[in-house]
Nanobody
């Protein structure tokens, strides 16, 4: 059974940086499409960034473009999200998600139901 464990969240001031990590356990084959989602209180879960193993496909939500970078180290079974120039509106629980199918691409990249495996989340709080 695939398990995803996130870490790296915390509290920072606006303009600060954080790097989230997601380690994949219990798998025989490396999940193909991996992504970061976030959910703020009272809001729906939204996609932030997604990528395939070799980085041939990466996709960012408009809110993340230019500030966040998704990457993965397949030798460590780890997905990362480097977040720079954080804003108060980035405050949310951040979730790692994975699936064995290919990433869809475009506006269909972040369909929650497409991802079969989820972590428990790591909280990011950005103060002004």
């Amino acid at each position: 059974q695939v398990q995803l464990v996130e870490s790296g969240g915390g509290s920072v001031q606006a303009g600060g940086s954080l790097r989230l990590s997601c380690v994949v356990f219990g798998h025989t084959y490396t999940p193909y499409c991996m992504a970061w989602f976030r959910q703020a209180p009272g809001k729906e879960r939204e996609g932030v960034a997604a990528m395939t193993p070799g980085g041939g496909f990466t996709y960012y939500a408009d809110s993340a473009k230019g500030r966040f970078t998704i990457s993965r180290d397949n030798t460590k079974n780890t997905l990362y999200l480097q977040m720079n120039n954080l804003k108060p509106e980035d405050t949310a629980m951040y979730y790692c998600a994975a699936d064995y199918r290919n990433c869809r691409g475009g506006s269909s990249t972040f369909v929650v139901a497409d991802f079969g495996y989820w972590g428990q989340g790591t909280q990011v709080t950005v103060s002004s």
